[in-house]
């Protein structure tokens, strides 16, 4: 019991000489605390930030409905060999984009009667060809029986 009280004493004792670094302990224990929340609500603030600029670049890197049809019409020409004429039809889809090309498949004279194709043309959201397929061919300068 003697060696426990003498412990207590000399602990005392030692706390009378330096009162000072107790406190100072103490609030340095508290400022440590505080400097790591602050770090941890920065940290968190710094992902936001990164996620929310993840997210804005790819939508600028996204490209813009004219240059996704300037794409599809270079993509094709360059696939089929065929020059594209028109686009008839323009849609985003969940996937990307869906168009239709209309082509010249074969010239004549008089140019009513060339051959023309029209292509169903798929893109994904970066304006790539994702595949592509013939749905008609038809002669220029008739009318579309199927009310097309």
Request: glycine share 4%; net charge negative.
């Amino acid at each position: 019991m003697s060696n426990t009280h003498r412990t207590a004493k000399s602990r005392g004792s030692q706390n009378d000489q330096n009162p000072e670094e107790t406190d100072y302990d103490e609030t340095d224990d508290e400022e440590t605390q505080d400097n790591e929340e602050a770090q941890d609500n920065e940290e968190a603030q710094d992902n936001e930030e990164t996620q929310d600029h993840t997210e804005n670049e790819a939508e600028e890197r996204r490209p813009k409905p004219m240059e996704v049809l300037r794409q599809a019409r270079s993509q094709l020409a360059e696939l089929t060999g065929l020059a594209p004429e028109s686009v008839s039809s323009f849609e985003q889809t969940e996937d990307g984009w869906a168009l239709e090309v209309e082509v010249l498949e074969l010239a004549r004279v008089p140019d009513t009667m060339s051959l023309m194709a029209s292509y169903q043309v798929e893109l994904d959201l970066d304006g790539q060809l994702t595949g592509y397929r013939k749905v008609r061919r038809y002669e220029r300068g008739r009318a579309d029986a199927r009310g097309r």
